[in-house]
């Protein structure tokens, strides 16, 4: 059984299928994540089929895991279900607007983490996407989101064929503030990332990219202000679209 202290990112996976049964009672499993009011306010997309995650991988850059994993989920943050129960219940719903998109992400998301863990205790691997919230309207057409839904986090699930090797963690120091926050200055910053950047494949990385700092590799190639900026406007645009904010 894997623990948390030994997880992986796992990419390549075999051709073992995810049984239903296995995948089904996973799920079930995790719907004893913490959730705001005992409301679930997520749903989750199962693809299996090869021509649905072919239609998927150009929303995920075509990474190979998303064709090549046994199968494909879709964390959605979902208040329709909701919603409409309210509506056939006598109830008047008020969820179409930006608190409750943060609510049922939240939930999506504790949901998910839940859900890999449980996976990977079973000794199946996961990669987590982030570039869900990226292309989300594309995510949206292809598995047909209604309006209150929104896609939020996708990982590919399989069996592994890989082992690869630990990625760094910065030391818990950098994260930990006793009762109020401690700003950063200089010196903390050298003492907690120092490290990282001397690891050999991160001085690797910043060669290879032509930099002179692995935050350079980050601000000016991975992550830019540009990219940012440009994303940020879709996702607001698509969070309108799917009823979540109003102009």
Same mark, same amino acid.
């Given at each position: 059984m894997k623990t948390i202290n030994s997880r992986k990112t796992i990419r390549k996976y075999t051709k073992r299928?995810?049984?239903? &049964?296995?995948?089904?009672?996973?799920?079930e499993k995790a719907e004893r994540t913490p959730t705001m009011g005992n409301l679930q306010l997520y749903s989750v997309i199962v693809t299996r089929k090869a021509e649905m995650k072919a239609k998927l991988a150009p929303a995920h850059f075509n990474q190979p895991m998303v064709e090549g994993a046994s199968v494909v989920l879709t964390f959605c943050a979902d208040f329709r279900r909701t919603t409409l129960w309210a509506e056939n219940r006598n109830a008047t719903p008020g969820y179409d607007n930006f608190l409750s998109f943060l609510n049922a992400a939240t939930d999506s998301l504790l949901y998910c983490q839940t859900f890999c863990n449980l996976a990977e205790e079973e000794g199946l691997g996961t990669c987590f996407l982030g570039t869900t919230i990226y292309n989300s309207k594309a995510i949206i057409d292809a598995l047909q989101l209604p309006?209150?839904? +929104?896609?939020?986090?996708?990982?590919?699930?399989?069996?592994?064929?890989?082992?690869? $090797?630990? &990625?760094?963690?910065?030391?818990?120091?950098?994260?930990?503030? #006793?009762?109020?926050?401690? =700003?950063?200055?200089?010196?903390?910053? =050298?003492?907690?990332? !120092?490290?990282? /950047?001397?690891? /050999?494949? #991160?001085k690797h990385f910043v060669e290879i990219n032509n930099k002179?700092?692995?935050?350079?590799?980050? !601000?000016?190639?991975?992550?830019?202000?540009?990219? #940012?900026?440009? +994303?940020?406007? %879709?996702?607001?645009? $698509?969070? /309108? %679209?799917?009823?979540?904010?109003? #102009?």
């Open positions: 299928d995810v049984s239903e &049964s296995l995948l089904r009672a996973l799920l309006r209150l839904v +929104m896609p939020v986090a996708t990982i590919t699930l399989g069996w592994p064929d890989e082992d690869p $090797t630990l &990625s760094d963690r910065l030391p818990v120091d950098s994260i930990i503030h #006793n009762e109020t926050y401690n =700003d950063y200055t200089p010196a903390r910053i =050298d003492a907690f990332y !120092t490290p990282k /950047e001397q690891l /050999e494949e #991160n002179e700092t692995l935050a350079q590799v980050f !601000t000016d190639l991975r992550y830019t202000k540009e990219a #940012n900026e440009a +994303m940020s406007k %879709e996702l607001l645009k $698509t969070l /309108e %679209e799917q009823g979540f904010t109003k #102009n």
